[in-house]
């Protein structure tokens, strides 16, 4: 049978590519391409003529049974605009089809944004958890943050440009104020990886118009989250009440502050509201 080579291409210095991914992509049959505009600069680059077609999100269903019928001819590569394939992208479907249709996946190993913005975050990396984007909406992202609380393991997201502020905001509301390294133009000219608290980070990037994808870093859990009591709980929100936060932001914080549930927190927040 045939094999799919899954080659990582350069996040931005095209440098960053081995000679085995030129060696591949300049053997196999079809190289398939998230956007055959971008991965085309990159074969005129090093001088490679190949056949290229785009396989992408859009596309992964009608394009899976045209690239297995090319697999039963002879092997072809996967690539994605930047770094390593699979990650993020379609890539998986295809993978999968290809091991249930009997054909060898290879990884060519290269460069991968997030395990490059995570060794030079400065914070651990002998354990960590990779968890792609978060949710654009942001009582999704709340919730999604909570179960992740207690993780102890450094935290490893991606954003883009327009989402940051808010991410950051969601970030300190359920996590706290940790230490984070956001990373951006990796192996690019105006390469930034920025090192602080997530609130130092907020203000760092509140007045730029920042571009690209950003990777996040964020240090984990130092301690297991310890429950306050319900009467401890009320008393905090009733003096909370008297300020002028927001009470959905009131909630978040004392969420993170007590161990309890948000939804928990803003239940009994509307019933001090209602009869104080």
């Known amino acids: 049978m045939s094999t799919l080579y899954l080659v990582a291409t350069p996040i931005g210095n095209l440098e960053d590519i081995t000679h085995r991914a030129l060696r591949i992509l300049g053997e196999v049959r079809l190289v398939a391409a998230e956007d055959t505009r971008h991965t085309r600069k990159l074969l005129n680059h090093y001088s490679i003529a190949c056949r290229l077609t785009s396989y992408h999100e859009h596309n992964k269903r009608s394009k899976l049974k045209v690239l297995l019928a090319e697999l039963e ?34 990884p060519i190993p290269g460069a991968c944004a997030p395990i490059a913005a995570l060794v030079a975050s400065g914070l651990p990396t002998n354990s960590f958890l990779y968890l792609g984007y978060l949710p654009r909406k942001a009582s999704q992202r709340l919730r999604f943050l909570q179960a992740i609380l ?127």
Do not use: M
């Open 73 to 106: 001819q002879g092997d072809i590569a996967l690539v994605s605009d930047a770094g390593t394939p699979g990650l993020n992208d379609p890539g998986y479907e295809l993978v999968q089809a290809a091991l249930e249709a009997g054909h060898a996946v290879s």
């Open 150 to 276: 207690n993780v102890p393991y450094t935290l490893i997201f991606l954003e883009t440009p327009h989402r940051l502020l808010a991410t950051l905001d969601s970030l300190c509301d359920v996590l706290g104020n940790r230490e984070i390294a956001i990373a951006r133009e990796l192996t690019k000219v105006h390469e930034e990886i920025y090192r602080g608290t997530i609130q130092d980070a907020r203000e760092h990037f509140i007045n730029q118009e920042p571009r690209g994808e950003f990777t996040l870093i964020v240090a984990g859990s130092t301690q297991k989250q310890r429950s306050w009591s319900e009467k401890k709980l009320r008393s905090v929100l009733q003096k909370q009440l008297t300020s002028e936060v927001p009470t959905s932001k009131i909630a978040s914080q004392v969420a993170t502050q007590s161990g309890w549930k948000r939804r928990d927190v803003y239940q009994i927040l509307s019933e001090l509201i209602k009869h104080p």
